[in-house]
């Protein structure tokens, strides 16, 4: 009997393939949307990706298992207008939940990690329940559910391309969940209140969509552009205007002191520079120009905040016709993995690379003036310690916050202001004494080597959790150790789930793994996110079509170790490298779904999304920041081979 006349559900639908893929579509592009929110209302925290996702897999999951159970009960009978219906409404309520959240916090207020966990419950688990629930009743069909898994991950491939159409676009989130709704309202065609229903939604969306992103923001916000980086937005104060981007503050005007001190003292540094490279102007052209016969060259990579005369490129492989004799780097304080990639050992050897024999790295972090806490110095030693494995040396001026310089000719302590300056040559100079010169320079002992498989500011990020909010990680720890013992207790125990769960584990921990690398190699994981699960969605798409796959469990091992290690191994890896390793990981997945028997899809579905979650939520908030990629990637090679070694003895038995 075809899937297509399966009695899924109702005859007022039009079968259970269009409803599958309408629902992974839909998935696939509200995810995507949710990630964007949740960025911008976390600040960038990058600890957060793991518990977004675990949050929405942990959520699928149990909505997968329940409509198994059910299906097996009473036979596969889901409602499509009904399901459709109520996956636009859950969708709505769960992007109006997010951006209210920041409405109970103070503004600029760190959220601790049970905090985090309370906004993504808020808003995405009723929509991950619904979206699981339907998959689960749906795949439980004895018809062929193998290819309604494969109309699932098309729908999903299809929803992530629309998603990247829209970020293209600067399209507005809102608006792109409103664009997934169509093929909800194609299920809904035959019923004239479905459809009404779901037009109502869209047009709550849309209509409250300007109302329900203030509540972000402390102040009225006029506009805001949905970046290739992060949500901007400009904030006009009197005569100044502030940049925010995911809520922090990516440039100011009034930071003219700071801006003095992080150009002219390099420069004095090199009175015979020529040639300039400013990587993110934040306000650095602007005193770069009182040098007549200097050429300034200005790299940004988010075009809604580059001028005219800005190249757009990426500048881990930006590659010059001539060097340069000093880069300042404005990336500003490393808050996340993306604003910390220009930081690393592999971006300090490319930034040498560039320079010419005497050229000069250089870049000002506004870290305290007379005492660094316990964190500031742990960044402030990194970032020292990174400069020095890379050059000869390393010279930091503490005046208005502290300017790094790096070179591998000599630097001298003799501060020379050629040009007329407001505050430089006549505060901040004269204020600096010996002592803080001497103490910003004391070499740092056992300092963290700042990489971009493990950066400092993950590291960093959870030792702050831990410390101001000791319980709440202890709790949500708890409660995550509850999930997984719940889902094992409900899972079936047999060869084929533990083969599935423990890959959608390894696919969790990978998938994070390949996103975290990303965003600190690129930075722009907030706009490419839609590709990065496009490409895994057509890995697990092409992998339905696999018929047999032995000895599944080494070859998953071996890949995610593999490719990860590849991934670590080159300086700078091509952005589709990224995508073709996901796509390939995908492949094996979907692969091994599809082949084994003797175990229901619906629960094999559940196991995979149970280990996914479980994978994710470890992965950015303990195993990357403690360990980093490469041991986190053998872990995962170990643990696969042990599990194929463990089902073939309980196959001989």
Not at 132 to 149: D, E, I, K
Not at 179 to 189: E, G, H, I, R, S
Not at 594 to 603: I, Q, W, Y
Request: charged share 10%; with cysteine; net charge positive.
């Amino acid at each position: 009997m075809s899937s297509d006349t399966v009695p899924s559900i109702s005859r007022s639908s039009s079968g259970p393939s269009l409803l599958v893929f309408a629902a992974g579509l839909f998935s696939a592009a509200l995810q995507s949307v949710y990630f964007r929110e949740y960025l911008s209302v976390f600040s960038g925290n990058e600890l957060s990706i793991g518990m977004i996702f675990a949050v929405w897999l942990l959520a699928a999951g149990a909505g997968s298992m329940a409509g198994a159970r059910l299906a097996r009960k009473r036979g596969p009978a889901v409602s499509g207008p009904s399901a459709a219906c109520a996956l636009a409404a859950c969708a709505a309520a769960g992007i109006f939940a997010v951006r209210a959240s920041r409405l109970v916090f103070a503004p600029g207020e760190l959220l601790g990690p049970l905090a985090m966990a309370g906004v993504l419950a808020a808003s995405e688990v009723p929509v991950a329940l619904v979206n699981g629930f339907v998959l689960g009743t749906l795949l439980s069909s004895p018809a062929r559910p193998q290819r309604l898994y494969a109309w699932e991950n098309a729908g999903a491939l299809a929803g992530a391309l629309a998603v990247y159409a829209c970020v293209l676009l600067y399209a507005k989130n809102s608006l792109i969940v409103v664009a997934a709704m169509v093929p909800l309202a194609l299920v809904c065609a035959r019923k004239a209140w479905a459809v009404a229903a779901c037009v109502a939604v869209a047009a709550l969306l849309l209509v409250f969509d300007h109302t329900s992103v203030q509540w972000k923001y402390s102040n009225p916000v006029q506009h805001i552009v949905y970046g290739h980086e992060g949500e901007i937005v400009p904030v006009v104060t009197g005569g100044d205007t502030t940049f925010l981007q995911n809520g922090t503050v990516y440039k100011s005007s009034m930071q003219r002191p700071a801006l003095e001190q992080a150009v002219h003292i390099p420069m004095g540094e090199r009175p015979q520079a020529k040639r300039t490279l400013v990587i993110f102007d934040r306000g650095h052209y602007a005193e770069l120009a009182k040098y007549p016969e200097l050429v300034v060259d200005e790299i940004e990579t988010e075009p809604a905040l580059a001028s005219p005369r800005s190249t757009i490129a990426s500048p881990e492989t930006f590659l010059p016709k001539q060097h340069y004799d000093v880069i300042f780097v404005g990336s500003g304080m490393p808050r996340s993995a993306a604003s910390n990639r220009l930081y690393t050992l592999s971006f300090f050897k490319h930034a040498q690379s560039l320079l010419s024999d005497s050229g000069i790295v250089t870049f000002s972090l506004p870290f305290s003036e007379n005492y660094l806490g316990p964190a500031e110095k742990k960044l402030f030693g990194a970032l020292y310690t990174t400069l020095g494995a890379v050059f000869k040396n390393v010279l930091v001026f503490p005046g208005e916050g502290h300017t790094f310089m790096a070179s591998n000719a000599p630097l001298s302590e003799s501060w020379n202001v050629r040009v007329a300056t407001d505050y430089l040559a006549s505060t901040i100079i004269p204020g600096m004494s010996e002592e803080r010169l001497r103490d910003a320079n004391k070499k740092p002992a056992n300092a963290f080597i700042n990489t971009k498989d493990r950066p400092i500011t993950l590291f960093l990020g959870l030792q702050t959790w831990i410390g101001l909010f000791k319980n709440s990680a202890a709790l949500l720890a708890a409660i995550l150790f509850a999930c997984c013992a719940a889902a094992l207790w409900v899972l079936p125990k047999t060869r084929a789930a533990l083969s599935v769960g423990t890959s959608g584990l390894a696919i969790g921990i990978y998938s994070i793994c390949l996103l975290l690398m990303y965003q600190a190699t690129y930075g722009a994981l907030y706009s490419r996110v839609s590709l990065l699960l496009l490409a895994l969605t057509a890995g697990f798409a092409l992998g339905a079509l696999v018929k047999k796959f032995p000895f599944s469990d080494i070859a998953v091992g071996l890949y995610c170790a593999g490719s990860l290690a590849l991934l670590w191994a080159i300086p700078c890896p091509p952005a589709f490298l990224f995508y073709l390793l996901h796509a390939g990981m995908g492949v094996l997945g979907g692969a091994q779904i599809v082949s084994r028997f003797g175990t229901g899809l619906g629960a094999l579905y559940a196991a995979d999304l149970f280990g996914g979650a479980l994978g994710m939520a470890l992965c950015s908030t303990l195993l990357v920041p403690l360990f980093g990629i490469l041991p986190v990637a053998g872990g995962i090679g170990g643990m696969k081979i042990i599990v194929e070694l463990v089902n073939l003895i309980r196959r001989k038995g």
